[in-house]
């Protein structure tokens, strides 16, 4: 079914493998394709609670492809670079935990696509980097305003004017990285990390996503308000009396969706 991307289903989590790892699992138009197909079902499927995102072989994502993109004009470059952007969009946005296994190389487009992602997870192997300036661009799949956002505009900047290819230490003190692990326990922790946040009430963890990232762009008082209702979504919910029903009678919450 799908010819760049590997997906596997193991009792409620999804794992998505870019697999296209002769070019450095570089993301062209097919793969970008391929990529929004799966998130798409994944939405739809009751069966998937969260989602792995990672790379085959020596890269996560080396980024957008520059065979590729080297042949297109202004508009058709612009046409890619909006097909990017929904497909990390929908990423960010969907209401499942989406947690970036970085196994290696994740430069531009790959840096943007694990900065689509949730959570990052990453390998003392893995290398960050946007080192569109030096190819005579600029980041065009969200990583002039996601980076920006998670390590602050200073550090955004160095990093995009400078093109530094930084290692995962680097990148796990700058706050790019939340979990930094051997290369061999990569996967187990991100599955773990994924079962943990799976054995949690499943609708309270989806407005949580929704409340962070549409609060994170809107004025604190608009954002307090935005809280205010993603809470009355979590609190109507039958998790909420599931939740603390078990807290109160001190047993395990069993959690409805799951
Ligand atoms: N696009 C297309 N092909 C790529 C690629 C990319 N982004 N990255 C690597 N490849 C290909 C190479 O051309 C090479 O192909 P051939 O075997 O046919 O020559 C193959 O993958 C293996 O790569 P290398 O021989 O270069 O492997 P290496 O181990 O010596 O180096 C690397 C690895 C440091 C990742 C290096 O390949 C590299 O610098 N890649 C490009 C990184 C980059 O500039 N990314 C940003 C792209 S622009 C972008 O992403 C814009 C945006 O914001 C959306």
């Known amino acids: 079914m799908y010819n760049n991307i590997k997906f596997e289903k193991n009792e409620g989590l999804a794992t998505v493998t870019i697999n296209r790892p002769k070019a450095m699992n570089a993301l062209n138009e ?20 969260a989602v792995i995102v990672t790379g085959e072989g020596k890269a ?3 980024g957008a492809d520059i065979a590729q993109m080297s042949k297109l004009s202004a508009l058709e470059g612009r046409k890619m670079m909006s097909l990017g952007h929904e497909v ?9 935990p989406v947690i970036a296994a970085v196994n290696g190389f994740a430069l531009g487009g790959g840096c943007e696509l694990s900065l689509a992602c949730d959570i990052r997870i990453a ?14 661009i600029i980041p065009g799949f969200g990583g002039t305003q996601r980076l920006a956002r998670l390590v602050g505009k200073g550090m955004a900047k160095y990093l995009i004017m400078t093109a530094e290819i930084i290692g995962a230490d680097e990148a796990y003190r700058i706050g790019l990285v939340e979990k930094l692990v051997e290369p061999e326990e990569l996967i187990d922790t991100a599955v773990k990390t994924a079962r943990t946040i799976m054995s949690k ?3 309270a963890v989806g407005t949580a996503i929704t409340a962070i990232n549409k609060g994170f ?4 008082a608009e954002a307090s308000a935005f809280e205010i209702e993603t809470f009355t979504t979590a609190f109507g919910s039958d998790d909420k009396s599931e939740g603390m029903d078990a807290f109160l009678n001190k047993r395990k919450a069993e959690f409805k969706n799951r």
């Open 30 to 49: 097919d793969v970008l394709n391929e990529l929004l197909i799966v998130f798409h079902s994944i939405a739809k499927d009751d069966d998937v609670k």
């Open 60 to 62: 996560f994502v080396a």
């Open 88 to 96: 990390m969009n929908y990423i960010e946005n969907i209401e499942k």
């Open 123 to 136: 390998s003392t192997k893995a290398k960050f980097g946007q080192p569109e300036v030096g190819l005579g």
């Open 201 to 203: 009430a499943p609708i």
């Open 217 to 220: 762009d809107l004025g604190m």
